[in-house]
């Protein structure tokens, strides 16, 4: 359906290509506002856009945390935005077993940052035949994912990006090395920096991850400075109230503003 996967030749554009939307699948009516709001935004700015969400959280801090309305449940959901507004879908996956199965609904398999050294698992996903975006582990130095884009070629999979989302810094706190873009880019595939996971503040002892969204255009503004190929961002109409990752989401009425801003400093870094 998306032939050009990674990323929907974001180069002709001129721009940056996003990865967005809310962190789970919580109901039947929130991914399709985000969507078609990002949709909207990203059209109007010639954006390359997909549209993320988990069916399922596996990797929860607390037993009690929301993990999904069910896995057929949330996929057919993304099935369903993906026909309805013609754009590609991107969803985690956690297990070999998942691999073969969210193939069947989306474009786009995300390995999280904490697997992406789980050898039987990028190999599952590259047998998918799908585009393969593989997070940097929080206790990787950028130079060791030289690895995980060797293990992508060796089991046939050209068509993969890397993301940057931060590295632990101490118990509680995460730090972005914008080093870390050109250097991963010299793998020869698209570098993308998470804004939003990148500002998590991990391990807080009520077993709620908590956040600095205040600083998530600081992020963005540099990840398009230092010549990020793409954008990952999660988003949501009421972070306050959102059943997971809420404390380092942007809230949906901001996204405008900041795509504008960051659409405006790619376009200065173009014309340097």
């Known amino acids: 359906?998306?032939?050009?996967?990674?990323?929907?030749?974001?180069?002709?554009?001129?721009?940056?290509?996003?990865?967005?939307?809310?962190?789970?699948?919580?109901?039947?009516?929130?991914?399709?506002?985000?969507?078609?709001?990002?949709?909207?935004?990203?059209?109007?700015?010639?954006?390359?856009?997909?549209?993320?969400?988990?069916?399922?959280?596996?990797?929860?801090?607390?037993?009690?945390?929301?993990?999904g309305i069910g896995d057929r449940e949330g996929l057919?959901?993304?099935?369903?935005?993906?026909?309805r507004y013609h754009v590609p879908v991107v969803t985690d996956i956690h297990s070999e077993d998942e691999a073969a199965m969210a193939a069947e609904y989306v474009d786009v398999l995300q390995i999280p940052a904490f697997l992406c050294r789980q050898t039987e698992l990028l190999h599952a996903a590259a047998r998918t035949g799908k585009c393969v975006n593989v997070k940097k582990g929080q206790f990787l130095s950028p130079e060791a994912m030289k690895q995980v884009a060797d293990k992508m070629r060796a089991f046939g999979c050209e068509n993969f990006m890397l993301t940057e989302r931060g590295t632990t810094f101490g118990y509680q706190d995460l730090v972005v090395d914008f080093r870390g873009v050109p250097t991963m880019q010299h793998n020869r595939v698209p570098v993308v920096v998470d804004i939003t996971h990148s500002l998590q503040?991990?391990?807080?002892?009520?077993?709620?991850?908590?956040?600095?969204?205040d600083m998530i255009e600081t992020m963005g503004r540099a990840a398009i400075a230092v010549g990020a190929d793409g954008i990952f961002m999660e988003t949501h109409p009421d972070p306050a109230h959102a059943k997971s990752d809420g404390a380092n989401m942007l809230r949906l009425d901001l996204a405008e503003t900041l795509l504008e801003h960051l659409t405006a400093i790619r376009k200065t870094i173009l014309n340097l």
């Open 1 to 67: 359906m998306y032939p050009d996967l990674p990323f929907l030749n974001h180069q002709a554009t001129g721009n940056f290509f996003l990865i967005a939307g809310p962190c789970v699948i919580e109901d039947h009516e929130n991914p399709f506002q985000v969507c078609e709001r990002l949709l909207a935004i990203t059209s109007r700015l010639q954006i390359p856009f997909a549209f993320k969400a988990s069916y399922r959280k596996a990797n929860r801090s607390s037993v009690s945390s929301f993990t």
């Open 76 to 83: 057919e959901i993304l099935r369903t935005i993906r026909e």
């Open 201 to 213: 503040q991990p391990n807080q002892s009520a077993g709620v991850t908590g956040g600095r969204p």
